[in-house]
């Protein structure tokens, strides 16, 4: 396959395939092209530093994994994608604060995103606040769940 390397969405696009594809260490080195290419596009950059945050944990590399998600936060504000991909490492590093903290913010700006509420009832019952778990899960089934194959879901 031939790349228009000059091309930031040719790039994400091709990374984001990689990834699709089961190759996460093949997708790291476009995704991050993007990066170089248009550092100013935060549509295309945000993507791109979601996408190769998702690569960095398939390949366990959580600490880049957290600073692309991270990134990707500070450059789109509401990608609710990354706030709930940076909830989840904090939950599986047991730093339930953290976790709570940005499904807490998920949830103040969309509070019909179920997995937010899903997985801050998961941080609050691991605290040992059943009180604030059981709400939470309560809330959690009463809203429909997203499509997480859907594009949108997955790539912010």
């Known amino acids: ?3 228009a390397p000059d091309k ?3 790039q994400a696009m091709l990374g984001i395939c990689l990834l699709e594809l089961g190759r996460p260490s093949d997708a790291i080195d476009p995704l991050s092209r993007v990066l170089e290419i248009a550092p100013t596009d935060s549509e295309v950059v945000g993507t791109a530093y979601l996408a190769r945050g998702r690569a960095h944990v398939a390949v366990d ?3 880049r ?3 692309d998600y991270t990134s990707a936060i500070n450059i789109r504000p509401e990608n609710v994608a990354a706030w709930l991909e940076r909830a989840n490492l904090f939950a599986g590093k047991q730093d339930w604060d953290r976790a709570i903290a ?3 913010h998920i ?3 969309h509070p019909n995103i179920a997995e937010a509420w899903e997985l801050r009832a998961r941080a ?3 605290k040992g606040d059943l009180e604030a778990a059981e709400a939470d899960t309560i809330q959690a089934a009463r809203l429909p769940r997203r499509g997480a194959r859907t594009f949108a879901a997955r790539w912010g």
């Open 1 to 3: 396959v031939e790349v």
């Open 8 to 10: 930031a969405t040719v």
């Open 61 to 63: 590399d959580r600490y």
């Open 65 to 67: 994994a957290w600073s």
């Open 102 to 104: 940005d499904c807490d």
């Open 107 to 109: 949830i103040a700006e």
């Open 124 to 126: 609050s019952f691991e």
